[in-house]
């Protein structure tokens, strides 16, 4: 058997195990090539193995079946536990759902993790790009991202202002489009006892909840609430409260405080080392991950997995980059580090550790993808394969 399993709510890896991969589009191709040769190397030289399953997403899945998501994918998804995937283009405004979501909410992946640090040879716009070093923890299922709207002037939206009105006596433009936020206690309490125990595994020194809640106050405001009061109530023992204290936060403490969303967004570029883990909201934290990404040199470095009580989908978090395909040009490094993010959670940190040190080593000898060396004054330029034939030699 190569399969993951479950056996008294923990995983069970074996040795040798089978991992699904989307190939995704546009790049997806050159960097899922790219990140596989890594991960290879990095795990056979810890006597293990991964043998890598192709199913089907996005517009290679619409050529082949017809079908931009085919149900035996999620099926695959659900009996090997752990995949990863490139890039999926899913078309704007009209048309299909978005693919990321439906994979997410299909899978109950109610955590988007986004790790963000700094590789040191990295341009960035910060002095200090070196103090950022945080976990982002986003709600993966509610608020917009739900997709429950209304176009505007159809019948539905028509139904929905007329029982606003007549109910609430709220009055809405008729060319108005409408859209729920929907925020739950359950959804908020898993994701913040998820980042919870990330923090108490990883010595992490603060636990921030980001939020809107001076605006949306029974939406994010209670998401504020639930996250606090799960604290309290499950970690009573590891924590200590912001507002509770009277001087520097105890060595051996958590400290759980909160920010408004606008605001980090300032904290995180004038006081970085200020924060660690960040628990936060969907579109909230869908615009934290990428601005902090910018911070230390763009998505191009920036690692995702989406993850559930047990199931979990690995991700490059930038785009398809169309106008790239197939031309061994784009930076595979998002792709490497989420499969790194993937190791970590099979347990095999030893393999995981050794491609973050061979990225800082390629990185630091200017060895890099076109996207950094425009940025990186004496850089030597080399494609997809070649960064990660680069890394392997590194490892």
Same mark, same amino acid.
């Given at each position: 058997?190569?399969?993951?399993?479950?056996?008294?709510?923990?995983?069970?890896?074996?040795?040798?195990?089978?991992?699904?991969?989307?190939?995704?589009?546009?790049?997806?191709?050159?960097?899922?090539?790219?990140?596989?040769?890594?991960?290879?190397?990095?795990?056979?030289?810890?006597?293990?193995?991964?043998?890598?399953?192709?199913?089907?997403?996005?517009?290679?899945?619409?050529?082949?079946?017809?079908?931009?998501?085919?149900?035996?994918?999620?099926?695959?998804?659900?009996?090997?536990?752990?995949?990863?995937?490139?890039?999926?283009?899913?078309?704007?405004?009209?048309?299909?759902?978005?693919?990321?979501?439906?994979?997410?909410?299909?899978?109950?992946?109610?955590?988007?993790?986004?790790?963000?640090?700094?590789? $040191?040879?990295?341009?960035?716009? +910060?002095?200090? %790009?070196?103090?950022? !070093? @945080? &976990?982002?923890?986003?709600?993966?299922?509610? =608020?917009?991202?739900?997709?429950?709207?209304?176009?505007?002037?159809?019948?539905?939206?028509?139904?929905?202002?007329?029982?606003?009105?007549?109910?609430?006596?709220?009055?809405?433009?008729?060319?108005?489009?409408?859209?729920?936020?929907?925020?739950?206690?359950?959804?908020?309490?898993?994701?913040?006892?998820?980042?919870?125990?990330?923090?108490?595994?990883?010595?992490?020194?603060?636990?921030?909840?980001?939020?809107?809640?001076?605006?949306?106050?029974?939406?994010?405001?209670?998401?504020?609430?639930?996250?606090?009061?799960?604290?309290?109530?499950?970690?009573?023992?590891?924590?200590?409260?912001?507002?509770?204290?009277?001087?520097?936060?105890?060595?051996?403490?958590?400290?759980?405080?909160?920010?408004?969303?606008? $605001?980090?967004?300032?904290?995180? +570029?004038?006081? %970085?080392?200020?924060? !660690? @883990? &960040?628990?936060?909201?969907?579109?909230?934290? =869908?615009?934290?991950?990428?601005?902090?990404?910018?911070?230390?040199?763009?998505?191009?470095?920036?690692?995702?997995?989406?993850?559930?009580?047990?199931?979990?989908?690995?991700?490059?978090?930038?785009?398809?980059?169309?106008?790239?395909?197939?031309?061994?040009?784009?930076?595979?490094?998002?792709?490497?580090?989420?499969?790194?993010?993937?190791?970590?959670?099979?347990?095999?940190?030893?393999?995981?550790?050794?491609?973050?040190?061979?990225?800082?080593?390629?990185?630091?000898?200017?060895?890099?993808?076109?996207?950094?060396?425009?940025?990186?004054?004496?850089?030597?330029?080399?494609?997809?394969?070649?960064?990660?034939?680069?890394?392997?030699?590194?490892?």
């Amino acid at each position: 058997m190569n399969k993951i399993t479950i056996e008294n709510n923990k995983l069970v890896i074996p040795d040798k195990v089978t991992i699904p991969f989307i190939e995704g589009d546009g790049i997806g191709g050159d960097i899922t090539k790219a990140m596989r040769l890594v991960i290879d190397a990095a795990v056979n030289k810890i006597g293990k193995e991964i043998i890598w399953l192709e199913i089907l997403a996005g517009e290679k899945a619409f050529r082949q079946t017809g079908q931009w998501l085919p149900a035996e994918t999620l099926e695959k998804i659900k009996e090997y536990v752990v995949a990863i995937k490139g890039p999926l283009t899913t078309p704007i405004g009209k048309g299909i759902r978005s693919l990321n979501v439906t994979l997410r909410q299909d899978l109950d992946l109610y955590a988007c993790v986004r790790p963000v640090v700094y590789f $040191s040879g990295v341009e960035s716009p +910060l002095k200090h %790009p070196e103090q950022l !070093d @945080v &976990v982002i923890f986003r709600e993966n299922t509610e =608020d917009v991202y739900a997709g429950i709207e209304w176009e505007a002037s159809t019948p539905e939206a028509k139904d929905v202002r007329d029982f606003l009105k007549t109910r609430f006596n709220i009055s809405l433009h008729e060319e108005t489009g409408i859209g729920i936020k929907p925020i739950s206690r359950p959804a908020s309490e898993r994701l913040m006892r998820k980042a919870m125990h990330h923090a108490i595994e990883n010595k992490r020194k603060s636990v921030t909840i980001v939020h809107k809640g001076n605006i949306m106050k029974y939406t994010e405001g209670a998401f504020r609430t639930w996250c606090y009061e799960l604290a309290k109530r499950e970690f009573a023992d590891y924590i200590v409260l912001e507002s509770e204290l009277q001087g520097p936060a105890p060595s051996d403490k958590i400290l759980i405080n909160d920010r408004i969303a606008d $605001s980090m967004f300032q904290q995180l +570029l004038l006081r %970085p080392a200020d924060y !660690d @883990v &960040v628990v936060t909201t969907n579109l909230n934290g =869908d615009y934290l991950s990428d601005a902090c990404a910018a911070q230390v040199g763009g998505l191009g470095l920036a690692p995702g997995g989406n993850i559930g009580d047990f199931y979990a989908v690995f991700e490059a978090t930038h785009g398809t980059a169309p106008k790239y395909t197939d031309l061994n040009k784009a930076n595979p490094s998002s792709l490497i580090l989420s499969a790194v993010m993937m190791l970590e959670y099979l347990g095999w940190q030893e393999a995981a550790k050794s491609v973050v040190t061979a990225m800082e080593k390629t990185i630091q000898s200017k060895i890099v993808t076109y996207d950094l060396a425009r940025q990186i004054e004496g850089a030597t330029e080399v494609g997809s394969l070649e960064f990660a034939k680069a890394l392997i030699n590194n490892l």
